[in-house]
């Protein structure tokens, strides 16, 4: 699948969780240090991600069969046989809304949050790594300057002796170091480089939920105009019948002033 620009329908806020993921640059590996400054923190991409998993469209949906419900124990449509019938269909199509929401909001669960934690998993196993290596790296520092103290002294039997014991207390820690830095280098850069084919599912998962839900609620909606829309009417017919009701529903005395 080629990667285009995602469609205004794909939700923005949740496909730039995505591609900040993607886009994260790799810590700093070297011989003297490593950085984690310049990635995202875990738990706030889990909370983003999790925030944006379409709450916005889940509340307008939920609001939406409310609205109707209440529409239909209004007693007008005990009245009004023609306006019952169009709350009906109104609340058959939030309710069809509803339930597509839902899905796509399971799908994007299962498909792009459950595998956003399992990736951020692994990142307590690799930062006690880089703490085990920077402690390494404290040790290695301390002992090589001991060392290089007593190099600098005159060599005198108590200071030969004092030389060979610093040299030996760095050699175990001088190769623990360069063993745990090599690793480091070896496996972070690998490690960098598997989020782009890790996450790839997940944004073609993203892309086909949306794609499916807005499908789905251009049918609900175009059978829903079908339903309730009066044919012979303009817009401009329309716009002036929905000022007079407007104008109608302000003049009520329930209604307050602006």
Same mark, same amino acid.
């Given at each position: 699948?080629?990667?285009?620009?995602?469609?205004?329908?794909?939700?923005p806020?949740?496909?730039?969780?995505?591609?900040?993921?993607?886009?994260?640059?790799?810590?700093?590996?070297?011989q003297?240090?490593?950085?984690?400054?310049?990635?995202?923190?875990?738990?706030?991409?889990q909370d983003?991600?999790?925030?944006?998993?379409?709450?916005?469209?889940?509340?307008?949906?939920?609001?939406?069969?409310?609205?109707?419900?209440?529409l239909?124990?209004?007693?007008l449509?005990?009245?009004?046989?023609?306006?019952?019938?169009?709350v009906?269909?109104?609340?058959?199509?939030m309710?069809?809304?509803?339930?597509?929401?839902?899905? =796509?909001?399971?799908?994007?669960?299962?498909?792009?949050i459950?595998? @956003?934690?399992?990736f951020?998993?692994?990142?307590?196993?690799?930062?006690m790594?880089?703490?085990?290596?920077?402690?390494?790296l404290q040790?290695?520092?301390?002992l090589?300057?001991?060392?290089?103290?007593?190099?600098e002294?005159?060599?005198?039997?108590?200071? @030969?002796?004092?030389?060979?014991?610093?040299?030996?207390?760095?050699r175990?820690?001088?190769e623990?170091?360069?063993? =745990?830095?090599?690793?480091?280098?070896?496996?972070?850069?690998?490690?960098?480089?598997?989020?782009?084919?890790?996450f790839k599912?997940?944004?073609?998962?993203?892309?086909?939920?949306?794609?499916?839900?807005?499908?789905?609620?251009?049918?609900i909606?175009?059978?829903?105009?079908?339903?309730?829309?009066?044919?012979? @009417?303009?817009?401009?017919?329309r716009e002036?019948?929905?000022?007079a009701?407007?104008?109608e529903l302000?003049?009520?005395?329930?209604?307050?002033?602006?």
């Amino acid at each position: 699948m080629s990667w285009n620009q995602p469609s205004s329908n794909l939700n923005p806020a949740l496909a730039a969780v995505l591609l900040e993921i993607a886009q994260q640059p790799p810590g700093l590996v070297g011989q003297t240090g490593f950085s984690w400054d310049n990635w995202l923190p875990w738990d706030t991409v889990q909370d983003r991600a999790a925030q944006e998993t379409d709450c916005t469209q889940d509340t307008m949906s939920k609001s939406a069969v409310k609205i109707s419900s209440d529409l239909l124990s209004n007693p007008l449509c005990e009245q009004e046989p023609g306006f019952l019938e169009m709350v009906m269909a109104f609340d058959t199509a939030m309710k069809r809304m509803d339930s597509f929401n839902q899905e =796509k909001v399971n799908q994007i669960q299962k498909t792009v949050i459950e595998p @956003l934690k399992k990736f951020s998993s692994v990142f307590p196993s690799l930062n006690m790594a880089v703490k085990r290596r920077e402690q390494t790296l404290q040790d290695y520092k301390r002992l090589q300057s001991k060392v290089e103290k007593y190099e600098e002294k005159e060599r005198t039997g108590p200071v @030969l002796a004092k030389l060979h014991q610093a040299r030996e207390e760095l050699r175990p820690v001088k190769e623990d170091f360069e063993a =745990k830095n090599k690793q480091l280098l070896e496996e972070m850069p690998k490690f960098y480089s598997s989020r782009i084919d890790y996450f790839k599912p997940s944004f073609e998962s993203l892309v086909r939920a949306q794609v499916v839900y807005y499908t789905e609620m251009h049918k609900i909606f175009g059978d829903l105009t079908a339903q309730i829309d009066r044919p012979g @009417l303009s817009d401009e017919q329309r716009e002036r019948e929905n000022d007079a009701k407007l104008s109608e529903l302000r003049a009520l005395s329930i209604v307050a002033d602006d």
